[in-house]
């Protein structure tokens, strides 16, 4: 099994940047793909962007294109979520997910974290 914790949401003003990072604990983090994911207030949960097991190949929603990029780190055990030029639209809850199979805008991961909040002011 694995246990996801992300940090690093937050306040920021429209154009500016946040850094999201989700925690793994198990010992089997390499074989994992892994996903972000996104619920906005009133909104269904959206898929953000996924990465393999080996972190390559990240890919993205098109609404977060060229904006937003995942990396990761099996030594580390974690995950990032690098988040620029931010929108007011982009403000939502923050979900890590983790998978044994693929992550993918239709999938539903096997394992969550809590989430964190990211705001974006106008």
């Known amino acids: 099994q694995v246990q996801l914790v992300e940090s690093g949401g937050g306040l920021v003003q429209a154009g500016g940047s946040l850094r999201l990072s989700c925690a793994a604990s198990?010992?089997?983090?390499?074989?994992?793909?892994m996903g972000w994911f996104r619920q906005a207030p009133g909104k269904e949960r959206e898929f953000v962007g996924a990465t393999s097991w080996s972190g390559g190949m990240p890919y993205y929603a098109d609404s977060v294109k060229g904006r937003f990029t995942i990396s990761r780190d099996n030594a580390k055990n974690t995950m990032n979520l690098q988040m620029n030029s931010l929108k007011p639209e982009d403000t939502a809850v923050y979900y890590c997910a983790a998978d044994q199979g693929a992550v993918t805008s239709t999938s539903y991961p096997d394992y969550w974290g809590q989430g964190t909040q990211v705001t974006v002011s106008s």
């Open positions: 198990g010992r089997t983090f390499s074989s994992y793909a």
